[in-house]
């Protein structure tokens, strides 16, 4: 028997497998658009990237047993598809969902970043994809041993990744300080 994330309570009892997979993503959202912001400038872009993660979590769903939270499993998921997105291997699938979901999140259901933050995902931008990714969970606030589970690698390679990063973002921002008229 398989469990399905979100675990079905009472009231999900009615809803189809669909319905609860709808509404568990809509709940997840605010996750998926983080992800395509930091791998995606273009809107366009970051639509199709929501909508690639979508998908994925929509094939994977019946599989989620329930051993991490729906987030971790969410990230998990995502965080892939979206490594994949920019290296562009695989093909793209050209499936759709019974839903529109890439193009009801739109970007002013978002606070527009302040200047101090774009200036942060320019440098993010500069990253290869797993640095991306170990940025983005550290900054959502996951520990080490949780990043390394989502992102397959040891606890001490994402410490070494991010003091490498932090150092490289460091370094980059102190030039372009530098560079300031």
């Not at 200047?115 to 640095?131: C, K």
């Not at 992102?151 to 980059?172: P, Y």
Request: aromatic share 8%; glycine share 4%; charged share 25%.
């Amino acid at each position: 028997m398989t469990a399905l994330a979100p675990p079905a309570t009472a009231p999900d009892a009615g809803r189809s497998e669909e319905q609860r997979f709808l509404a568990f993503l809509e709940s997840q959202q605010r996750i998926l658009y983080k992800i395509a912001y930091i791998y995606c400038r273009d809107a366009e872009e970051r639509r199709d990237l929501m909508q690639e993660m979508a998908i994925h979590l929509w094939r994977a769903y019946p599989s989620f047993e329930g051993r991490s939270a729906p987030t971790t499993w969410t990230y998990r998921v995502a965080v892939n598809v979206a490594i994949s997105y920019r290296r562009g291997q695989g093909r793209r699938l050209r499936e759709t969902l019974p839903l529109d979901f890439a193009t009801d999140v739109a970007d002013q259901a978002f606070a527009p970043p302040n200047e101090q933050t774009q200036r942060l995902h320019a440098l993010i931008e500069t990253l290869d994809e797993m640095s991306r990714a170990l940025v983005l969970l550290y900054l959502e606030g996951f520990d080490h041993g949780e990043i390394a589970a989502l992102l397959g690698i040891s606890a001490s390679n994402v410490s070494t990744r991010l003091n490498r990063i932090k150092a490289k973002l460091q370094a980059e921002h102190d030039l372009i300080k530098d560079d300031a008229p």
